[in-house]
């Protein structure tokens, strides 16, 4: 066992890295126009052959769940299948471009962003779309951001909360935080939805916005949303939509028919752009007409028939540079052309099936419905992170686990529109066989993965993701 497998548990299995396999000292030759103090003699660098990198690169692969291998039914994260024509489409070289070249060089670019900005417009019921933000979070301070522009521009200014439901995504809570808002969280009602009492009691002339999502973190659908809209309208706030995941929408309802003023959208889920550690996202921005002016610069606009970038007089500046990331709106660009409009309702169609296929074959109690496009079944009186680690060992991918807080050991699931019926019924069978287990056969797992129980919170709080951040931190 070498110095780094010691970390790993004696049953895990290791995969050394390159590093450690072959090493050699590459003399870098000592002719350089650089300083003294900037350049060196020699050089570690590993020396593999490309059977080794390849075999290696795969191996690391094989030790991971993806959405290439089996389904993810992470309930709000929406790992639906990327389809490998958009990776096509973005790999082709004319889609990199340099992002300082003249508007009259890129037209097609241009042509591509203000089409993407048309179609999210028309599927969101929104006047105006920003491209900019690069991730969900991003689009909801961007969009929490122009409402409080709005609220300003128009002297209304001792506007100082934002409502969020107990069932709202945490990234809700934070975004009203970091603009600057104190955060009203609204109880979930006894069947899961907004309280509209509970509402009215809490708007006032300091709210400045409602966040919403629709349907709901367990896949509800607020069926009293235009008295939503008019309670919150009412008191001079605006009414933001948490459009991360619009699986259950698309080609169906749109939010701007249903009242809310602003939205994001997370291209990475409902757009089939790869996110998670497949890379990064974009988390657009939709407004009504009366918000587009605040809307981050520059903006594309067509006049004359050419394409050209702009800055709205009263935007509240950039949020990324550029126009985003552009190879993921390429993606989504593609996705969305070649679905058209009957392929998305399609896929809302299927989504919405396949969570309500899969939760019939479930031998678990699903305490809140109907439901849409996900669900939160519970786990009872078992863990539902231990539920969820003894599925990996039959051989699926987890649903999301103890989340949202108000359905007890949750297990929130969303199978999404890719799945077929015998992938559907194998994760229906991976659930089944995990909750009948015993607690110390659940306790014990997972015992086939790669890696066993790792401390998931250091994980995630203090990831080290070089060879050299684990050893200086030793
Ligand atoms: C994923 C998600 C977000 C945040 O999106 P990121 O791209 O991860 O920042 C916000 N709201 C909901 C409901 C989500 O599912």
Known sequence: MNHDQARFGDDDRYEP?????????????????LPDELTRDELELPTSSEPELSRHYTRLSQMNWSVETGPYPLGSCTMKYNPSFTEDVAADPNAAVHPERSDETIQGSLELLAGLQDYLARIGGMDAVTL???????????????AKAYHESRDDDDRSEVIVPASAHGTNFA???????????LPSGEDGRVDLDAL????????????????????????????????????????????????????????????FDVMHYNVHKTFATPHGGGGPGAGPVGVREELAEFLPRPRVRERNGEYELYDPERSIGKVH????????????YAYIARLGDSGLEDAS?????????????????????????????????R??????????????????????????????????????????????????AAIADSDEELAAAP????????????????PRLSWHALDDTE
């Open 321 to 332: 540079g550029y126009q985003g990331n552009w190879l993921v709106l390429v993606k989504a």
């Open 132 to 146: 900019q933000p690069p991730a969900g979070a991003a689009g909801e301070f961007t969009g929490i951001t122009i």
């Open 200 to 259: 009215e009691a809490a708007v006032s002339e300091r709210t400045a916005a409602l966040m919403l999502t629709n349907p709901n973190t367990v896949g509800l659908f607020e069926r009293d949303i235009e008295e939503i809209a008019e309670v919150v309208h009412d008191a001079g706030g605006l009414l933001y939509y948490d459009g991360a995941n619009l699986n259950a929408l698309l080609g169906r309802a749109r939010p701007g028919d249903m009242g």
């Open 17 to 33: 890295l390159l590093s450690e396999t072959g090493t050699a000292t590459v003399d870098v030759g000592s002719e350089s126009p």
């Open 175 to 185: 975004t009203a935080a970091m603009a600057g808002y104190d955060v009203v969280e």
């Open 349 to 381: 169609a299927k989504a919405v099936l396949n969570a309500n296929y899969l939760a019939e074959q479930l031998e678990y109690d699903i305490p809140y419905g109907p439901f849409h496009h996900e669900f939160a079944a519970t786990a009872g009186d």
């Open 447 to 462: 015992s086939k993965t790669t890696a066993r129980r790792i401390d998931q919170a250091t994980a995630a709080r203090n």
């Open 383 to 432: 863990d539902a992170a231990d539920v969820a680690k003894r599925m990996l060992d039959y051989g699926v991918h987890p649903p999301t686990t103890k989340w949202p807080e108000f359905v007890p050991e949750a297990m929130l699931t969303e199978p999404t529109e890719a799945e077929n019926k015998a992938s559907l019924d194998d994760l229906a069978a991976a659930f089944n």
